[in-house]
């Protein structure tokens, strides 16, 4: 199946001017019917936070997991003096348009420009240091043999990439499902620039204590960019959130969507959008009334219920 999706509302409403369209097939990820509610709203928000402070340092970036190349073409129009790129996914098929969905947004943009597209995990494929390192990529770890379906790459990682990065059995990264985040941002702060700077989008279903651990044992220093609330992406992948949860005896943090949007509103928030002025904890507290684990998640969301969780994005840097 191929669709074209037009992109144009979605850089309006995280700041960008640009109009286009891209096109995406069964393997790559789309796009939201509302771009608040897509993980890309808050990249892109991130994108152009960065820009915002260091627009022009920018010369080298890559882009890790790709999936369809919307924040590639986002970098494009918000760093002026970007030169040299590096845009990934580990799905090496998918690759190819994603180079055509870049190139048809900037059909006479790119002739001073290297872009370069290869396939592999985390920053492997990256030949060169780079002054940015952008990555939107999957929390739960599973077998290798749970990863052959379409689109499971977008939510499912491979456990065996990153067993090695376990601490044991209590290890809180491990019980989190946060050992892949750890191997990612381990590789990219090999192939930093010493001034760069790595933006990581988080899914906050778990402990915030779990995070800075996280960034902490990849030996960098992190700042929270943005917070918001948004409703889970890919609902049928809650079982595998609900089976990790049993097999290593954890709670996820999930909401039921309407009560937590209800919440909020309540507060003063709109939804869905950035949410300013809260911390993690504070944010917990409020939206306690309305919190699910992963197990109560996956039993609503099949009554046709939505699910929300907060949703982080990191700056970090060495």
């Given amino acids: 199946m191929v669709n074209t999706i037009d992109i144009t509302n979605l850089m309006r409403e995280t700041g960008i001017n640009h109009h286009g369209v891209i096109t995406v097939t069964e393997k790559m990820s789309g796009l939201e019917p509302n771009p608040r509610d897509d993980w890309l709203y808050y990249g892109l928000n991130s994108l152009n936070l960065t820009a915002q402070e260091r627009g022009t340092t ?18 494009l129009k918000l760093f002026p003096n970007l030169k040299n790129l590096y845009v990934t996914d580990i799905v090496p098929e998918i690759l190819p348009q994603i180079q055509k969905n870049i190139e048809s947004n900037f059909p006479k943009g790119l002739k001073r420009k290297r872009v370069n597209y290869s396939a592999g995990r985390d920053c492997i494929p990256l030949e060169q240091k780079v002054d940015l390192i952008y990555g939107n990529l999957p ?51 090999e192939r930093l620039n010493d001034s760069g700077i790595i933006i990581t989008l988080i899914g906050g279903r778990i402990p915030y204590e779990a ?9 960098l220093e992190q700042r929270l960019l943005l917070t918001g609330f948004k409703k889970q992406s ?85």
Wanted: aromatic letters at 10%; one cysteine or more.
């Fill in 58 to 75: 920018i010369r080298s970036a890559a882009f890790i997991g790709s999936g369809n190349g919307i924040e590639t073409i986002a970098a």
């Fill in 139 to 189: 929390l739960v770890v599973v077998n290798t043999n749970r990863l052959n379906r379409s689109l499971s790459t977008t939510t499912l990682t491979d456990a065996a990439a990153y067993r090695h990065l376990s601490r044991g059995e209590n290890d809180l990264l491990r019980k989190y499902s946060l050992l892949s985040q750890l191997g990612f941002l381990i590789s990219a702060k």
């Fill in 211 to 219: 995070i800075e651990e996280c960034f902490a044992r990849a030996g």
């Fill in 234 to 318: 890919d609902p049928q992948f809650l079982k595998e959130y609900s089976d990790f949860e049993a097999k290593e005896k954890t709670n996820f943090v999930f909401y039921d969507y309407a009560k937590a949007a209800g919440i909020l509103e309540s507060v003063g928030v709109k939804m869905p959008d950035i949410i300013a002025g809260y911390s993690d904890k504070q944010l917990k507290k409020i939206l306690r009334p309305a919190q699910i684990n992963a197990s109560q998640a996956y039993e609503l969301s099949k009554q046709g219920k939505d699910i929300g969780h907060l949703a982080y994005a990191f700056a970090a840097n060495l």
